[in-house]
């Protein structure tokens, strides 16, 4: 699998990541296992992960890998800090304090002394920027974290925080910047991917098949055994089962047949090479279902197809 650099800094991602988003809760010990290895057998070394997946579960599923699976230093690990599940609630809480005890808590789980990639998980609007920021200066001079990033921040909360960490060299530079990018969802294109390539930063792509409706399981319904029948996952997947997404994946599905694939690889192979993408994240409940997903590494994209698919998504 090919491997990109994120931005100016010196890592380097495989151009799909796993993410592991299921692992603990809908994806259990054996099938995360059965996962990992389908994907590092076809190249891949970079999982992403955080406190919120499982309620650290999925840490401890990776942390058990560590060793058993794989050798620490030939994976690069990425987690993120900064939103605290507190009485079933979901509040962000970006404070040096909260960071940095998520930080040693995520490094207990994962039984390393480092993660190669540690990231805000979100823009805290009640917590001062330089505070924030000062916990990601602090992980990064301790060794706690190779790399630093933010995620689901604005092009101009993007540019402003990799700014202030740029604008001295005693602090930690950022190297990534996580959005969510789809056919389904194009709004990282507005100022996010301009603010990320300017500011010398790399993209990972989460949601790259749209919370899996561009693989076109919902065309005729919602499956028993989709994510958007699961509790935990409906609210996530409904906002892209309205009319205007439906016409995006009816185009996918045209392009699918044509090409003579499917429309998952289509969507992602889309997402993949997009312009300013270092990385996406690609996540599955079994080993069977991830190693479908890699196929996506045999194609590529004619220019008609994709600028075909490019207008219908606008």
Same mark, same amino acid.
């Given at each position: ?9 010196? /890592? ?23 996962? !990992? ?8 070394? *970079? ?22 699976? *794989?050798?620490?230093? #030939? ?10 599940? &507190? ?20 490094? #207990? ?21 330089? #505070?924030?920021?000062?916990? /990601? ?26 700014? =202030?960490?740029?604008? &001295?060299?005693? =602090?930690?530079?950022?190297? !990534? ?12 294109? &507005? ?7 300017? !500011? ?11 919370? @899996?409706?561009?693989?076109? =399981?919902?065309?005729? @319904? ?10 935990? *996952? ?15 994946? +009816? ?31 690609? @996540? ?10 890699? =196929?996506? +590494? ?17």
């Amino acid at each position: 699998m090919e491997k990109r650099r994120a931005g100016s800094s010196g /890592l380097e991602l495989s151009r799909l990541g796993l993410g592991t988003m299921t692992w603990g809760r809908d994806t259990d010990e054996i099938e995360a296992a059965d996962q !990992c290895r389908a994907y590092l057998d076809a190249g891949g070394n *970079f999982l992403d992960t955080s406190p919120t997946y499982g309620d650290g579960d999925s840490e401890r599923l990776i942390g058990g890998l560590i060793s058993t699976l *794989f050798k620490r230093e #030939e994976v690069v690990i990425a987690s993120k800090a900064g939103i605290n599940l &507190n009485e079933n609630a979901r509040r962000v809480n970006a404070t040096r304090q909260f960071l940095i005890s998520d930080l040693d808590r995520t490094l #207990e789980r994962l039984g390393t002394d480092y993660v190669d990639l540690w990231q805000i998980h979100s823009w805290d609007e009640l917590t001062p920027l330089d #505070e924030t920021l000062s916990a /990601l200066d602090y992980a990064y001079t301790s060794g706690r974290a190779r790399y630093v990033g933010v995620s689901n921040y604005s092009g101009w909360q993007l540019a402003r925080a990799a700014t =202030k960490q740029q604008s &001295n060299s005693m =602090k930690a530079p950022l190297s !990534c910047a996580q959005n969510e990018y789809s056919l389904l969802n194009r709004d990282a294109e &507005n100022e996010i991917l301009d603010a990320a390539e300017n !500011c010398g930063l790399g993209f990972i792509a989460w949601a790259p098949l749209g919370r @899996g409706v561009l693989t076109g =399981k919902y065309r005729n @319904g919602i499956p028993s055994d989709s994510r958007a029948a699961a509790p935990h *996952f409906a609210k996530q997947v409904e906002p892209y089962l309205d009319d205007h997404s439906a016409r995006i994946v +009816e185009a996918v599905v045209v392009a699918a047949q044509g090409l003579g694939f499917s429309p998952l690889e289509i969507a992602l192979a889309w997402v993949r090479d997009a312009p300013g993408i270092t990385t996406a994240l690609v @996540g599955a409940r079994t080993g069977a279902q991830l190693r479908g997903i890699l =196929k996506s +590494e045999e194609i590529e994209l004619p220019s008609i197809v994709r600028s075909a698919l490019d207008d219908v998504s606008f």
